[in-house]
């Protein structure tokens, strides 16, 4: 007999979870081994930030990957998810900066070298709790491949992508009009820029004189303080109002200097405003492309903090918002104001701090995109590489077929450095000056190493100092699917694991990260070979975003973020993990409640009931014995544990992970647990037939294990406790329920099943019926009456007398008369039809109604009604109560009036009736 472990008698996340996650990890049930030669499935989790703590998108990002790689784990597959987090460059460097402020000091009075030491220490004690936190939301992670993006291995990968795309001219440094934060203090992606629209403002009108005094020429601004900066008036070719001044200069009237007036075609629309623009080079990006065009004055007014620099004369240290106001006034006095009027306009701000971004001039590193794109683009449209939800391939090709060049520069601290050092003597470099631009003119040449050169090649001189500008975060983590394998060098691991199988992430880094890990991938990774090899992974999965149960997004400021660590707390990592994945359908948000946590919770509370009960029943159970005939309701049952599992299969392979949820839970809830659970009790309570008994144990053995393989990846902390504790009934178990075999449906079923399928219909349908007459006739679930089955059809009588005694055991029935003549009677019986296959149940009246007792209680009911009645007509028409009553106490008496008639009325009609069915 087995030795069966009690379960509690309530389910406790708490006590259970830390428990048995230490129980995988330790037996090492995590762990990919490219030697077993079983087929391999490899993904990489999207790195978390070290200053990150878990995040509800976080929780679904783990839910939806942990399900994929439990489910192909179970599956026998060697299954590598390998875990790891980003070093986070500017986010990194703020925390610390922040913890430096508060103790009055700063990067600069500590130096680069301390203060990277100091980020190094930080990362130690703090770095690591958000892997802490994935544990208790139950990450299957592979944590001896544990990478970060600045560690020695990955950062060598680093290095070698930089100088082979530098080499092969796809990265090159220039100086040019770049994202700038004044407050972060770097240069920004276009990406990092968050686009604020419609936003408020003034466009402000004011006139250049001509230089020769001939007139003037008015042009309109939403930043008056760039005019200091300007170079050039652009006017269209074809306006017949500016065709004369073309080619004349304009006289600054702040500043001692001339510009021209210049036609262009491409920047002036004649239809807008005066048709005349004012050109700023060093400070507007559509601006900087006509003054390449025209040969114009690049001109950078402003400082890296965002005050004005020497170049602005008086204005010069006035921070950029006070510049403006000073502008404004200066042309106002001087007469060149021409009026202000309400504009709406786009502003981009930071990502990361919301600062305000400048467009700047400034020597930095870029990648160039187009080259790279290309093998990209080809993956996904010749399918190698599939994107789901489908609807984002559109969007993918639309960015990456418009695709800018990309600026890879941060003039941050922590960080890959950049790869590349200057001769102080072929520079002209005084020491190691840092600025906007990183170090030296923008015609300095670096020399791009994997190492420190020993002396500069063209003049043998050794004092060489590395660029201090550091690299995107994106660029290191855009080599995250191989860097973390090996590459540069072809390791095993690179061997056997790439390409992954799946990048799965949220859809709003498709551009930051997918994109970028697509074309590094493809032109790093096994040059020459087909794209199919080249690819980093196979299949890119996007899932939506967590939003409140009304849609909207959480916020700090809306009160409405939801914490997934003290959802765990209360309700266990399962019944969250069970929510998002129910709720995780292609394409759409997840409107996130905690009445469906509370449900997942009650879900796992109804199986965790189901298994004690099946355990109070096993204590006579031999695991070793003999397979019995199973019975109608064990195959029946079977059969749909076979169905569920096929489509549970198929949900999954197809990445929709709301219907596999959702189909668990409908067979488990609806079908085992109310139906079988109750079925099962007739054999097992039936001590006349122990091999009907046995079959009814296997069968609920068989199907515990079942349900709990396939809830496996979804719910893993409930289904391996339960697991565990039947894991004595189980055959050939194996030591855990993280490494058991996924179920499938089996090649074929026996013909038996159709047949326990129909049989089984039948009865739910008449159960359900008769429970729903009880609901509409008040009738106490515990009273027992008789009833008639009528069918024409033989067949369908055979069932009925087969199904009877489950049909008695689950309506509460006292009898169930089976028989082919139609029923008599009308009103003196309850009828229930059934249409497939046809039968009427018919309830004679006489067995739910106690006449004389019926009658006497609606005799009483009568009386009541008509005292009351009484007592009310009395008042309403009382002349002295009318006057001195309250309107509201006399309507209300009214309206008790109209009820009581109501009640009445029915009280007769029901004692008629009552009265007819006595007579038949």
Partial sequence: MPNLRELSKTYEPAAVEPRWYAFWVENGFFAADRRTGAPRFCITIPPPNITGSLHMGHALTVTIEDIVVRWHRMRGEDTLWLPGTDHAGIATQMVVERELR??????????????????????????????????????????????????????????????????????????????????????????????????????????????DGSGEIVVATTRPETMLGDTAIAVHPDDERHKAVIGKNVRHPLLPREFPVIADPVLVDMAFGTGAVKVTPGHDF?????????????????????????????????DRHEARRKVKEDLTATGLFRGRKD??????????????????????????????????????????????????????????????????????????Q????????????????????????????????????????????TDLVQDPDVLDTWFSSA????????????TPDLKAYYPNDLMETGFDILFFWVA?????????????????????????????????????????????????????????????RFTLASMATQGQDVKLSMPRVEGYRHFGNKLWNAARFAMMNLGDYDPA???????????????????????????????????????????????????????????????????????????????????????????????????????????????GLAVARFPDASAASPAARPAAAAQVDLLKEIVTGIRNLRGEHNIEPSKKFGAVAHAEAEETRATLAAISPAVRKLSGLSNLEVTAEPAGGSGSAIRLHVPSPAVDIVIPARELV????????????????????????????????????????????TARQKDLEQILAKAKQALEELAKMKGK
Wanted: some cysteine; charged content about 30%; overall charge negative.
């Fill in 102 to 211: 508060s103790e009055g000091t700063s990067r600069h009075d500590l130096g680069r070298e301390k203060f990277l030491d100091r980020v190094w220490r930080w990362k130690e004690l703090y770095g690591g709790r958000i892997n802490e936190q994935l544990k208790v939301i139950g990450a299957s992670l592979d944590w001896g491949r544990e990478a970060f993006t600045l560690s020695p291995s990955l950062s060598r990968a680093v290095r070698e992508a930089f100088v082979r795309l530098h080499d092969d001219g796809l990265i090159y440094r220039d100086y040019r009009l770049i994202n700038w934060c004044p407050r972060c203090l770097t240069a920004l992606s276009d990406l990092e820029v968050d686009h604020e629209e419609d936003v408020l403002g003034d466009l402000w009108s004011f006139a250049y004189p001509l230089a």
């Fill in 286 to 318: 559509s601006d900087f492309a006509t003054g390449k065009r025209h040969g114009l004055a690049e001109l950078n007014i402003l400082n890296a903090d965002g005050t004005l620099n020497d170049a602005c004369g008086k204005f010069a240290g006035l």
């Fill in 343 to 416: 504009h709406l306009m786009a502003i981009g701000r930071c990502q990361r701090c919301k600062e305000v971004v400048e467009p700047m001039l400034s020597t930095q590193w870029f990648v160039k995109t187009k080259p790279l794109a290309e093998p990209a683009i080809e993956a996904v449209e010749k399918g190698i590489v599939t994107i789901i939800p489908e609807t984002w391939t559109k969007t993918y090709f639309h960015w990456m077929r418009n695709i800018q060049d990309w600026c890879i520069s941060r003039q941050l601290w922590w960080g890959h």
């Fill in 418 to 461: 950049v790869p590349a050092w200057y001769c102080t003597r072929c520079s002209g470099l005084d020491g190691r000056p840092e600025g906007i631009g990183g170090v030296g003119s923008k015609d300095a040449k670096p020399l791009v190493a994997r190492e420190k050169p020993a002396a500069c090649p063209e003049c043998g001189g």
């Fill in 479 to 490: 080599l995250w699917p191989f860097s973390t394998l090996g590459w540069p060098d072809d």
């Fill in 516 to 576: 970028r890990m697509m074309m590094m991938g493809t032109r790093l990774v096994h040059p020459g070979r087909p794209l199919e090899e080249r690819v980093p992974f196979r299949t890119i999965y996007l899932h939506a975003m967590v939003r409140d149960e009304k849609g909207e997004k959480m916020s700090k400021t809306r009160r409405n973020v939801i914490d997934p660590l003290d959802v765990t707390a209360k309700h266990g990592a399962d019944a969250l």
């Fill in 625 to 735: 014995a003999p397979a019995e005939k199973r019975g109608m309701f064990e195959t029946w049952i079977e059969a749909r544990f076979e169905e569920t599992a096929s489509a549970v299969n198929r949900a999954l392979s197809g990445y929709r992970f709301d219907e596999a949820a959702n189909t668990i839970y409908h067979f488990t809830w609806h079908e085992l647990c109310d139906w079988y659970i109750e079925l099962s009790k007739l054999a097992l309570y039936d001590g006349a037939h122990p091999s009907g008994r046995r079959a009814a144990q296997q069968t609920l053995v068989k199907m515990l294990d079942g349900v709990l393989r396939l809830l496996h990846p979804f719910m893993p902390y409930l289904s391996e406790e339960i697991w565990q504790a039947i894991r004595p009934c189980i055959p050939d178990a194996g030591p």
């Fill in 850 to 893: 106690d006449f004389d007792e019926e009658e006497a209680r609606l005799r009483k009911e009568i009386k009541k009604c008509e005292g009351d009645l009484e007592g009310l007509a009395k008042r309403l028409n009382n002349p002295a109560f009318l006057e001195k009553a309250p309107a509201a106490v006399i309507e209300k008496d």
